[in-house]
C-alpha cells in the first residue's frame, strides 16, 4: 500500500474515534441534564404536595377567602399538568402569584400564623423553595455545559447528524426581576 492510502486510513481512523468519543460524551451529558430536570420535577411535585395541607389550614380560619385559595388550587393544577421546562417555568410563575396573594390572606389572620400547623407548614414550603432554587441552578449548570459542547468543535459536526440538539433553560418567571415590596 501507498502512503496516501495509509493517510486516509488514519484521517478515517481519527473522524471515527472523534465521533465515538463525542457521542459517548453527549449521551453522558444530555443524561445528566435529565437528571437535573427530573431533580426539578421531584421539588416542583413536593411543593404541590404541600400546597394541599397548607391550603386547607388556611381555609380552617379564612373561609371566605374561597377566591384566594381556588387560585393556588388552580396553579397547583396547572404545574403538576405542564410538561417541559417552559410549560413548567410558566405554570410555577402562576403559582408563585396565587401563593403570594394566599400569603397577603395569612397576614389578615394572626391566629393562623401562630397556628403550629401552619408554621411547620411554611417551614415545609420554604425549605422546598430553596431546593426547588438549587435543583433549577444545577439543570441550568447542566444544560449550560452540554449546549456548549453541542455548539463546540469538533462535536458540532457531530452532533445534529446524532440526534443531539440544545435544550431549553428554566427560565425565571416575568417579575422576577423586580424586587418585592413588604410593607408594614
Known sequence: MNK??????AIVGVL???AVFSYNTLVSMNESVNGKWSQIENQLQRRADLIPNLVNT????AAHEQQAIQAVADARAKLTGAQ????K????AELNSALSRLLVVVENYPNLKADQNFRALMDELSGTENRIAVARKDYNDAVQGYNVKIRSMPTSLFAGMMGFGPK??????EGAKQVPQVKF
Open 4 to 9: 496516501t492510502v495509509w493517510i486516509a486510513i
Open 16 to 18: 471515527l474515534v472523534s
Open 58 to 61: 388556611v381555609k380552617g380560619y
Open 84 to 87: 417541559g421546562p417552559v410549560g
Open 89 to 92: 417555568a410558566e405554570a410555577n
Open 168 to 173: 431549553e433553560y428554566f427560565k425565571a418567571e
